[in-house]
């Protein structure tokens, strides 16, 4: 099974080991990459076909954490 983000973040070596990054720069990182993600899915599907009838919609009650706790310690 995969490692998960929360689970090595506070390991900064295992972090940059794993993707060439310092956990500094994954944070820079994490909030223009959710704006670009969003403004693909409002016209793309996930297999990548145009959206036609619904518009994405991110989930409002996750279990998930938020971008902004995955990839920091805390939010702004």
Known sequence: MGRRYEEIKHNSELVQALTSMTVEEIAELAGPFETAFREH????????????????????????????????????
């Open 41 to 76: 899915m409002a016209e793309w599907t996930l297999e990548g076909k145009p959206r036609k009838n619904r518009s994405y919609v991110g989930y409002t009650n996750t279990p998930l954490p938020t971008p902004c706790l995955l990839y920091t310690s805390r939010c702004v």
